[in-house]
């Protein structure tokens, strides 16, 4: 019996050694990991196995995104067969999807590596980025990683948690809007590097696992930290590819960045309904029908064309999104508020201002004019939509260019001589709403986008709008023409001009039904070109309601 116990003690050892045998040997699907007496990435897994003291732990469940840098330990690439890998770090982002396996102890791991910062300005391919697939050995937190290079396999975990994960979502979609067109991303890759080192490598990865300690309140989601090496020798065993790399990436909360997301659309939804309430205030302080006529109709055709496009493209995020579909729908739906009923309403009342015959013209005239102004409306929105896709690489001078909306109403207003038409809450709330979107996008460092922050051109497109809205309240408060030379000016008909005593006209101001005493300063009434005279006071309010003759009904020339 006591040789029967040895024996079995034995057999439960070889077996256990068997199958840790197994593990390490060629999986089904995945190509073999270098078998050399010691490599970098063996010396590294070594080392750090011994610090770790690994045992029987539980299992980690490492799927997920990770964010952190890579660099290469030799300062810079010495390899001669990629040269283009002359940075000496930069960025990175791990895409992980694991599955247990028949093997206890053993995940399987999918996923992706996105290299920033890899190649010189020159190949103009931005980062690099390789699909892996290999083992998590989670009793020693060892990763091991191979290049998948377009393999044809089961990728269907990777597909589900990436079409679910809405870092990864968000990632592209402001990708393909902020940074580069689908069209632009296809030919950069063709002409990569990293398909040619695909070809001629085999790169390994060789990672340890741990846990990380966040300072953030991240509630009960643990965090996990990786540590690796990455080599890449090449497939005739002629050396290395490039030098190795050292690889440090920590787990990013998923949940932080979902509220990341969720307060930019509260943000959206605020300064939504705050436009909402200076519209109402301008479309109070110009209705009149001479005080809509004195807008610019092109100044709000361009900016309920950027609301239709902000309201366009919150409503795709919530489409590609499904779990922020409700946060970004109600920031949609609020910018379909303000442009499809408030602005494109005031856009219609300044028409009509404009064209005051066309009324009188009957319905079918007006019918007319009217499809003709709502065709070249969306005709510009669908137009404008096809130029941003066809100059995509310009998107920020595009911007700029859009929030130019103040030039149309400052030419107007030099234009016609026109006294106030915005009020000063308009113009000063309008200008810093507008800012709130783009300052986030390419202000904020750490935006929800992952949109690469410009300080330059933040500081550029506030300075832009600054200087537009203080010509728009200089005119305000000192004259439409105050900065534009009097050589400049056409000559302007004076309403104090002296009158002419030899030409019979009426002495009693009809808009007030009182006896103009002609004795008084020439400053208290006016005259008209049609020799009426008024009140100085009486015609300016009637001004601001018609621009005609109270006596004759005539066309008035800007006061």
């Given at each position: 019996?006591?040789?029967l ?5 034995w057999g439960?050892g070889?077996?256990s ?20 007496a ?9 080392a750090k196995?011994?610090?770790s ?9 490492i799927?997920?995104t990770?964010?952190?840098?890579w660099?290469?330990?030799?300062t810079v690439?010495?390899?001669s067969?990629?040269?283009d890998f002359?940075k000496?770090?930069g960025?990175s ?7 247990p ?17 890899v190649?010189?300005?020159?190949h103009?391919v ?6 892996v697939e290999?083992?998590y050995i989670?009793?020693?937190?060892q990763?091991?990683?191979v290049?998948?290079?377009g ?8 597909d ?14 402001s990708s393909q ?16 590097p990293?398909?040619e ?9 060789a990672?340890?696992?741990?846990q ?6 991240n509630g ?17 065993d ?17 949940e932080?960045?979902?509220?990341k ?8 939804t605020f300064?939504?309904?705050?436009q909402v309430?200076?519209l109402i ?10 005080g ?5 109709i ?5 900016q ?10 919150h409503?795709t995020?919530?489409?590609?999104v499904?779990s ?5 729908a ?5 910018k379909f ?8 309403r ?14 009188g013209?009957?319905?079918e005239?007006?019918?007319?004019e009217l499809?003709?102004?709502y ?8 137009g404008?939509i ?8 310009y ?9 130019s909306?103040?030039?149309p109403?400052?030419?107007?207003n ?8 915005l009020?000063p ?17 390419f202000?904020?460092p750490?935006?929800f ?5 410009s ?5 550029s497109l506030?300075?832009?709008m ?5 010509v728009l ?6 004259g ?10 056409p000559?302007?008909?004076s309403?104090?001009?002296r009158?002419?005593h ?13 006896t103009i005493?002609?004795?008084?300063r020439?400053?208290d ?29 005539r066309?008035?020339p800007p006061?």
């Amino acid at each position: 019996m006591n040789n029967l116990g040895n024996f079995g003690v034995w057999g439960l050892g070889f077996f256990s050694l068997s199958i840790w045998f197994a593990v390490l040997q060629q999986a089904n699907g995945l190509r073999p990991i270098r078998e050399t007496a010691r490599s970098w990435g063996d010396e590294w897994l070594f080392a750090k196995k011994e610090k770790s003291g690994a045992g029987p732990f539980s299992a980690w469940n490492i799927t997920g995104t990770y964010r952190g840098t890579w660099k290469f330990l030799d300062t810079v690439n010495s390899s001669s067969k990629f040269p283009d890998f002359r940075k000496e770090s930069g960025n990175s982002v791990i895409e992980l999807v694991t599955s247990p396996t028949k093997i206890t102890g053993v995940h399987y791991v999918q996923g992706a590596v996105v290299f920033h910062d890899v190649f010189d300005n020159e190949h103009n391919v931005g980062g690099a980025q390789i699909k892996v697939e290999g083992v998590y050995i989670w009793p020693f937190r060892q990763l091991r990683l191979v290049a998948n290079s377009g393999k044809k396999g089961d990728s269907g975990l990777e597909d589900d948690y990436l079409l679910s994960n809405p870092y990864h979502l968000l990632g592209i979609f402001s990708s393909q809007v902020f940074q580069e067109s689908p069209r632009d991303r296809i030919l950069k890759q063709k002409t990569s590097p990293i398909y040619e080192m695909e070809k001629h490598c085999n790169i390994e990865i060789a990672a340890q696992i741990s846990q990380s300690a966040s300072s953030e309140n991240n509630g009960d989601k643990d965090r996990y930290h990786i540590e690796g090496l990455m080599e890449s020798p090449a497939v005739d065993d002629d050396g290395d590819c490039f030098s190795p790399l050292s690889l440090n990436a920590t787990s990013i909360n998923v949940e932080v960045y979902y509220n990341k997301a969720v307060n930019y659309t509260l943000m959206v939804t605020f300064v939504s309904f705050l436009q909402v309430l200076l519209l109402i205030r301008q479309m109070e302080h110009s209705n009149t029908q001479s005080g809509a006529a004195k807008v610019s109709i092109v100044m709000i055709g361009q900016q309920a064309i950027m609301d239709s496009y902000l309201c366009l493209l919150h409503l795709t995020a919530g489409i590609l999104v499904e779990s922020l579909f409700n946060a970004f729908a109600t920031a949609a739906f609020f910018k379909f508020v303000v442009f499809s009923i408030f602005e494109m309403r005031y856009l219609l009342s300044i028409w009509k201002a404009t064209r005051p015959s066309t009324s009188g013209e009957g319905w079918e005239t007006m019918r007319r004019e009217l499809s003709f102004l709502y065709s070249r409306f969306y005709g510009i929105l669908l137009g404008g939509i096809l130029l941003m896709y066809e100059f995509h690489n310009y998107m920020r001078p595009i911007l700029l260019l859009m929030y130019s909306f103040w030039i149309p109403q400052i030419v107007a207003n030099v234009v016609r001589d026109s006294r106030k038409p915005l009020h000063p809450y308009y113009i000063l709330g309008m200008t810093v709403t507008r800012l709130a979107i783009p300052l986030y996008v390419f202000g904020c460092p750490k935006n929800f986008m992952r949109v690469e922050p410009s300080k330059a051109w933040c500081v550029s497109l506030c300075a832009f709008m600054g200087f537009q809205a203080a010509v728009l309240l200089l005119q305000h408060y000192f004259g439409s023409r105050c900065f534009v030379p009097r050589k400049m000016l056409p000559e302007k008909y004076s309403y104090y001009r002296r009158l002419d005593h030899n030409v019979n006209r009426s002495r009693d101001c009809v808009i007030c039904m009182t006896t103009i005493d002609l004795r008084h300063r020439i400053n208290d009434c006016m005259v008209t070109p049609c020799e009426h005279i008024f009140h100085s006071g009486c015609l300016q309010k009637w001004m601001d309601i018609k621009m005609e003759c109270p006596t004759c009904r005539r066309p008035l020339p800007p006061a």
